[in-house]
T-cell receptor
Framework: AQSVTQPDIHITVSEGASLELRCNYS??????LFWYVQSPGQGLQLLLK??????LVQGIKGFEAEFKRSQSSFNLRKPSVHWSDAAEYFC????????????FGAGTTVTVRA | GAGVSQSPSNKVTEKGKDVELRCDPI?????LYWYRQRLGQGLEFLIY????????KSGLPSDRFSAERTGESVSTLTIQRTQQEDSAVYLC??????????????FGQGTRLTVV
């Protein structure tokens, strides 16, 4: 079965600094990859997804992620974080196009300091 | 409604009691999911409803867990004889359904269940 690892439980970053959140998956073929964000008091919101094609995908709120097959990774990045980016971020994997069940990582909590 | 609504937002219950969690999906969304998030862990799939098809209950951890959905509307997740290990955040999501991963799932804020 596929699995998703987010190695960093908690990251603290200064406002205006860059942010990178790591995600590694375990699956033999190319999975369908997602990043979700959960802000305090909010439901999970889809930031971006990768299905095929260009390995660098752009999402909402200025986020991007890069799929690297050789490293089985799908890391999320943002060049300059804002205080409103403080949230919990989840990486998720689907293994078939008709599969509605996603496997989620344990999440990374991002704290933004002024 | 505008988004997926879950109630209650918080629930504290005594061990052994039954609890019922409610989810109101986005209008028109035929697919509805329940996930569980234990502290420090990723979301675990529990159950999936799609239209009038038989639900996929493959993620339910024990027979103490059950869920129902009336048509394409409200769903309730029931946990009988709660145990401390049931303490978690229970998340509901809905999507247009029938499109697998291509249908974006919209999540509610979750119900935080604490069993004491």
């Amino acid at each position: 079965a596929q699995s998703v690892t987010q190695p960093d439980i908690h990251i603290t970053v200064s406002e205006g600094a860059s942010l990178e959140l790591r995600c590694n998956y375990s699956y033999g073929a190319t999975p369908y990859l997602f990043w979700y964000v959960q802000s305090p008091g909010q439901g999970l919101q889809l930031l971006l997804k990768y299905f095929s094609g260009d390995t660098l995908v752009q999402g909402i709120k200025g986020f991007e992620a890069e799929f690297k097959r050789s490293q089985s990774s799908f890391n999320l990045r943002k060049p300059s974080v804002h205080w409103s980016d403080a949230a919990e971020y989840f990486c998720a994997v689907g293994i078939r196009s008709n599969d509605y069940k996603l496997s989620f990582g344990a999440g990374t909590t991002v704290t933004v300091r002024a | 409604g505008a988004g997926v609504s879950q109630s209650p937002s918080n629930k504290v219950t005594e061990k052994g009691k039954d609890v019922e969690l409610r989810c109101d999906p986005i209008s028109g969304h035929t697919a509805l999911y329940w996930y569980r998030q234990r502290l420090g862990q990723g979301l675990e799939f529990l159950i999936y409803f799609q239209g009038n098809s038989a639900p996929d209950k493959s993620g339910l951890p024990s027979d103490r867990f059950s869920a129902e959905r009336t048509g394409e509307s409200v769903s309730t997740l029931t946990i009988q004889r709660t145990q401390q290990e049931d303490s978690a955040v229970y998340l509901c999501a809905s999507s247009r359904g029938g499109q697998g991963v291509y249908a974006e799932a919209f999540f509610g804020q979750g119900t935080r269940l604490t069993v004491v």
